[in-house]
């Protein structure tokens, strides 16, 4: 694995940093910004026998067990699987919101163990570290007060504010900032990704959130062309075209789209949809104030429950007929 472009400068300044690196680093930034990827490479180089320039080796024993996934001292921690019953053994696996506090208890188990090498670093990667619960961020903070010898946590966070205070204040926070667009857009180019000024801004400037709905993205032109007839919005069809991309999504389509139209309201120009002015500016003229405040604040609510399986097709619908509403 590598680092992105765009993450350049902020290695050189960690590996410049690395006899002075702290116990705990918490990288943070928009989801999208390929930190676990980074935090990843960060963890192999530091666990690599003979790193090269900073950088993992990739041959030695320590970068094989790694690039297997079995190295002895390294603990990756994210939601894990749900456990499928047995009387349910078709039942398809979910993965979990949260991170334990079974998962911090078994990992203080492991720190208290001697590492495989004595003289040797271990590293606890926890990815998002947001969605510990209180339990977990409580068992973690007690370990990080207390680091035991040769161990650095590295943290990432896509929304570093939900973390205890007192868990940020026990890391060295490194900000993983949206790229240059001039730099995001190459990169998108040299995956072959056509568009690539669009999608950027349709993902908000996250590189990697624009690169993964690329296959979607040329589908979406035709719920673009539903959701511009305003109240002539033919609901049902709309629903079952934003459900092909899943509930979580079609309801941030939904809101990208409800933030254009209220951005082309002030006369400003558009940020996710740039070459659907035209469009958006046709509806504002039809547009009733209040009730896209009160449409926005619905899509909110509906994104809490999107996850759910109940209905979504319905409920989809119900959300589109609010749609057509703040239309004259």
């Avoid at 204040?169 to 990704?193: F, G, K, T």
């Avoid at 400037?205 to 305003?230: C, E, I, K, M, W």
Wanted: hydrophobic share 40%.
């Amino acid at each position: 694995m590598n680092i992105y472009p765009w993450q350049q400068s902020i290695w050189q300044r960690i590996i410049s940093q690395k006899e002075r690196m702290s116990h705990a680093l918490l990288l943070h930034g928009r989801a999208g910004m390929g930190k676990l990827d980074f935090a990843m490479h960060l963890s192999q180089s530091l666990l690599c026998i003979s790193p090269i320039d900073g950088h993992a080796c990739n041959v030695c024993a320590s970068c094989t067990w790694f690039k297997e996934g079995g190295h002895p001292d390294f603990k990756y921690i994210t939601p894990e699987e749900a456990d499928t019953s047995e009387d349910a053994p078709k039942k398809k696996a979910t993965k979990k919101t949260q991170i334990s506090v079974e998962q911090i208890r078994q990992l203080i188990q492991l720190l208290s163990l001697t590492n495989h090498s004595a003289t040797a670093l271990r590293v606890v990667l926890i990815h998002p570290a947001e969605v510990m619960n209180m339990a977990s961020a409580n068992a973690l903070l007690k370990v990080l007060e207390e680091p035991p010898n040769n161990t650095m946590f590295i943290l990432v966070s896509h929304q570093v504010h939900r973390l205890l205070p007192t868990i940020m204040s026990r890391c060295q926070a490194i900000a993983m900032p949206i790229p240059e667009r001039n730099a995001a857009v190459a990169w998108l180019q040299s995956q072959d990704v056509t568009s690539a000024d669009d999608l950027l801004d349709y993902a908000g400037g996250a590189p990697l959130t624009a690169l993964q709905s690329s296959n979607d993205f040329s589908a979406q032109a035709t719920v673009y062309q539903h959701l511009s007839r305003g109240n002539k919005l033919d609901t049902a069809v709309c629903a079952n075209l934003l459900l092909e991309h899943g509930m979580e999504a079609a309801i941030n389509l939904l809101q990208k789209w409800i933030f254009d139209l209220q951005l082309c309201v002030h006369d400003l120009p558009s940020h996710y949809h740039m070459p659907l002015a035209k469009p958006l500016q046709a509806l504002v003229k039809s547009v009733n104030l209040n009730g896209m405040l009160d449409f926005q604040r619905q899509l909110v609510q509906a994104k809490k429950t999107a996850s759910h399986p109940l209905s979504q097709e319905l409920q989809l619908e119900t959300i589109l007929l609010q749609y057509k509403k703040i239309f004259g």
